[in-house]
Antibody, heavy 122, light 110 residues
Framework: EVQLVESGGGLVKPGGSLRLSCAASGFNFRIYSMNWVRQAPGKGLEWVSS????????YYGDSMKGRFTVSRDNDENSLYLQMDSLRAEDTAIYYCARQGTTFNTAMVFDNWGQGTLVTVSS | QSVLTQPPSVSAAPGQNVTISCSGSSSNIGNNYVSWYQQLPGTAPHFVIF???KRPSGIPDRFSGSKSGTSATLGITGLQTGDEADYYC???????????FGTGTKVTVL
């Protein structure tokens, strides 16, 4: 059974940093691209970042560029999101999601974690 | 800001049918594949349609997807109370080099 378990969320002050982790199990992690998706309270889904299986190809949503850094450790079956210069508008549940396809043009998120809440507030 | 536009809400009685539209552009829906996600209250999303019209295993054939030009549609037939959820379309946007979600549609079973 595919399992994705996020951790690392919490309360952080504006301008602060946080590092999220996603522990993957039940599948061959190293052959899948992985993504982060977030959802602000009461709002819709927003794609955050994508990283290819080898880590060679990385993409970010416009509002995250220059502040967020995605990485992975295939030996540890783990995905990470380093978030710097956090703003109030970054407050959201952050989901780790497996990409079920190789090609971005057919991107689909076929497995999701339960999410971890990040709150940015003074 | 979402670049894919959906109606905020749709509703119907049990057993009836609903459709949810998703409008985009040539840089996303027009030239890439569309997926649809269902988010039940208080839970993480899960996919119900991929590659425009394909259903993953476990998703009943009451759910269908289609695409025409720069728009996509999710159809739900024989609406059930368990279908009450938020639904999102999504697609890769080649101009943005990023994935975009729709604005989301709340389905209410009357």
């Amino acid at each position: 059974e595919v399992q994705l378990v996020e951790s690392g969320g919490g309360l952080v002050k504006p301008g602060g940093s946080l590092r999220l982790s996603c522990a993957a199990s039940g599948f061959n992690f190293r052959i899948y691209s992985m993504n982060w998706v977030r959802q602000a309270p009461g709002k819709g889904l927003e794609w955050v970042s994508s990283i290819s299986n080898s880590g060679s190809y990385i993409y970010y949503g416009d509002s995250m560029k220059g502040r967020f850094t995605v990485s992975r450790d295939n030996d540890e079956n783990s995905l990470y999101l380093q978030m710097d210069s956090l703003r109030a508008e970054d407050t959201a549940i952050y989901y780790c999601a497996r990409q079920g396809t190789t090609f971005n043009t057919a991107m689909v998120f076929d497995n999701w974690g339960q999410g971890t809440l990040v709150t940015v507030s003074s | 800001q979402s670049v894919l536009t959906q109606p905020p809400s749709v509703s119907a009685a049990p057993g009836q049918n609903v459709t949810i539209s998703c409008s985009g552009s040539s840089s996303n829906i027009g030239n890439n594949y569309v997926s649809w996600y269902q988010q039940l209250p208080g839970t993480a999303p899960h996919f119900v349609i991929f590659d425009n019209y394909k259903r993953p295993s476990g998703i009943p054939d009451r759910f269908s997807g289609s695409k025409s030009g720069t728009s996509a549609t999710l159809g739900i037939t024989g609406l059930q109370t368990g279908d009450e959820a938020d639904y999102y379309c999504g697609a890769w946007d080649s101009s943005l080099s990023g994935y975009v979600f729709g604005t989301g549609t709340k389905v209410t079973v009357l």
